[in-house]
């Protein structure tokens, strides 16, 4: 998931000339071996949500890279989506694995 505020530059532009980045956006992923799934408007801390999956982190960061280089946002953030498979596999693996780890205690 991409989330990413844009400057206030960015937004007047876009309300002078209202148009749908979502296209542009959907080739950066493609370009980087993976695909839009996507996008959408908010309102809050983030303009922009982007959904998408693509190949590895690294594609990731490189899309994210590639955005806020642009200048158009004040910020732009990734967070790792797991599937509900793979939460429960990480779950199952968390109960068998005895790392040796306990909570803080007084």
Do not use: H
Request: charged letters at 15%; aromatic letters at 6%; a negative charge.
């Amino acid at each position: 998931m991409f989330k990413a505020s844009y400057t206030s530059q960015a937004i007047k532009t876009m309300v002078e000339n209202p148009q749908d980045r979502s296209g542009m956006i959907s080739k950066a992923c493609e370009a980087f071996g993976g695909n839009m799934i996507g996008m959408y408007m908010a309102f809050g801390d983030d303009d922009a949500i982007v959904i998408a999956e693509v190949p590895n982190d690294v594609s990731a960061a490189a899309i994210s890279a590639q955005v806020a280089s642009g200048g158009a946002c004040s910020s732009v953030t990734t967070t790792q989506l797991l599937s509900m498979s793979d939460w429960v596999s990480a779950c199952e693996k968390a109960k068998s694995v005895s790392s040796g780890y306990s909570a803080p205690s007084s």
